[in-house]
């Protein structure tokens, strides 16, 4: 399993870094966690087949998580050399087709007709999609939006989690155990600590629960990010490996 990351920011514009997207490779399938504006430009400019991804998750609907799924539906309809022929599944919380639906009267048909078959399966927390050979999505509930989502990827060679937005759980840390790479959100400083975020405390908190092999840091806006993160997050208490997530950040992920 390959994990690159697309994009690693916050609905808050920044320079080196665009909104959620981690493009994922595994025994030959390509998966794309969250679609926020910015990604698909960042899968071109960080050289990855987006023209070939099989599977896209969407952890729920905020627009920093969904924005650049019109665009990269267009982009395969439109913009690839040769006229795409594989199918694509859209993933996502309940609500996902009715979305694309709307979305499609307000931008266009391509989002639901992009001329080649587009399925689009609304997953529960709690279940489990085989997305290709040796490859299992899981999903648990976060507490963020009423249909917010944690995914768990199982591997050929490794699991790997990915908290979605988050406030507090340990729920949601024991679902994310045991990872091999643990991509968290980690949005707000303590002083402004909210239920639906995480902030350096509540998320060492969760990671000693969760234990993985190495915590990636994510979604930290602005004003956290100049306190850094990952020194704070090691002084509330986890020890384990972690660092910032970058966009461009590439990982093999072995057992
Ligand atoms: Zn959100
Ligand atoms: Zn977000």
């Given amino acids: 399993m390959r994990l690159t990351v697309a994009g690693s920011g916050t609905a808050a514009p920044e320079a080196d870094r665009v909104c959620s997207g981690y493009f994922i490779e595994d ?26 991804l099989d599977h896209v998750a969407i952890t729920h ?26 199918p ?8 996902l087709k009715e979305r694309l639906t709307r979305l499609a009267e307000a931008l266009g048909d391509h989002l639901i007709d992009p001329g080649f078959p587009l399925t689009v399966r609304e997953i529960e927390p709690g279940a489990t999609a085989e997305l290709g050979p040796g490859l299992e999505l899981r999903t648990a509930k976060t507490p963020h939006t009423d249909e917010s989502l944690a995914f768990r990827l199982v591997g050929s060679t490794a ?7 988050t406030g507090p759980s340990e729920g949601v840390a024991r679902f994310l155990a045991g990872c091999r790479v643990l991509i968290a959100e980690c949005s707000l400083p303590d002083d402004d600590a909210i239920p639906t975020h995480l902030s350096p405390s509540s998320l060492a908190a969760m990671a000693r629960i969760a234990a993985p092999g190495r915590l990636l840091v994510a979604h930290v806006y602005p004003s956290l990010d100049v306190l850094e993160p990952v020194r704070l997050i090691r002084e509330a208490g986890w020890r384990g490996a972690s660092a910032r997530a970058v966009d461009g ?7």
């Avoid at 998966?31 to 910015?38: I, K, M, N």
């Avoid at 950040?249 to 057992?255: G, N, P, V």
């Fill in 88 to 95: 694509l599944s859209l993933w996502g919380p309940a609500g």
């Fill in 27 to 52: 025994g030959g399938t390509r998966v794309l966690l969250d679609c926020g504006p910015g990604v698909v430009h960042h899968l071109a400019r960080f050289e990855l087949p987006w023209q070939d």
């Fill in 159 to 165: 699991a790997l989690g990915y908290t979605g937005d």
């Fill in 61 to 86: 609907f905020h627009n920093d998580h969904l924005g650049d799924l019109p665009m990269l539906l267009f982009a395969l309809k439109w913009g690839v050399d040769r006229r795409r022929t594989a």
């Fill in 249 to 255: 950040l590439a990982l093999d992920l072995r057992a």
